[in-house]
């Protein structure tokens, strides 16, 4: 019977969306009555999170990989954290693992594949949600950074491994191929799990090629908390805003070039390697950098519209129901997951992904009223009839888990198996 959860990620703190998804999900499964390990690298977990009774804390104390003040020696702890590997060996040694599930969300930020090693090394239930493509790509994305396009080269092939595509160098992206070879053997990643989770179908339609032949893929979205209030009068407002990472997958520079074409307000709302790029690009371009959440509901609620210019499939797209949910409606590009969570016309626009000339006349089309109230309207009353609430994903979450643990269960007894018990 399920008991306890471990929840793997990176940071303790909400520094994007998948550590969001990943604390406010293991808070939730907490309230549910289970007991939760959250186990992370850097940062302080929330007053909430750390002070739940049901919930437990281990950190090993290290720092994000772009904190480090020795680059050489957080190299080489991102390719094989020794200390995430003891920390989770001795965690898992006082569980019990057929009444246990670990939860894989991030890894590549501080923790490394080690940590998924040692689950699998104990032969604990495990299931990872895929909320990017580090499982087969080695800079996470499937994007080819120097060319701006979308990588259709076999993950790890010679042609991929040749193939300058890092937004940085050749040498880094030679250290992400040394990372990933690590991880594809010692690491066990992906073939030491057996139980992927993907949140939408479209990132599945793009990842699971690269998945284990033996493996089950269960979809569930990620959720979106949300209080019901009045819709927000966007056609009121005449700014529009971007949330998240100003890295160049994201299409920052793209949204900053459209908007100074087609003479409208834009605000980034975050912080990141281009900055200066986006500024360049726009100088009338605001950029508050990181806000907590208080702040980003402020930005959303005073726009007119958020604009998701990405670049990269994406895999969800968080921020664009996270303004539905206020009625605030949404551009997107036509071919990646966040497009699904759009009615163009209805409520948002969809334009050809990387065309700043087609992302303006987007911006545009935005220059009446009327049409943005009623999109406003769509995209309130579509995301309110049939809210993503955290709620709901507990419920999918737990069924999966106890599914997970059902066939864990089989499988070891029909191996003859016996699985060891231990003191929890």
Known sequence: MLQHVVVVTDGLIVDGGTAKVALESAAALAESGLRVTVFGAYGEASRELAGHPNVR???????????????????????WNRRAHAKMTELLATLDPATTIVHVHCWTKALSS???AAVARAKFPMVMTLHEYFTACPTGCLYLHRDRKVCTLT?????????????????????????????RTFGRIPSGIGEFITVSEFSRSVIERYLPRRRRVHPIANPVPAERATRVPAEASDTFVFIGRLSPEKGGVLLAEAARSAGVKVTFVGDGPEREAILQANPDARITGWLDGAGVSAELRAARCVVVPSLWYETFGLVVLEAAALGVPAIAPEDTAVRDLIVPGASGVAFERGNAQALAAALRAFSDDAAVERMSQGAYDAFWSNPPSMSAHVERLLATYRDVLAATARASAGAGVTMPVRAS
Request: hydrophobic share 40%; proline share 4%; net charge positive.
């Open 57 to 79: 804390i281990v950190s090993t104390g290290q720092t994000h990989a772009m904190a480090s003040r020795n680059p050489l020696a957080d190299s080489l702890r991102l390719i």
């Open 114 to 116: 080690s940590v998924v």
């Open 155 to 183: 993950p790890m092939s010679v042609a991929c491994i040749v193939k300058n595509c890092d937004s940085r160098s050749y040498l880094y992206k030679a250290y992400r191929v040394v990372r990933q070879l690590v991880q």
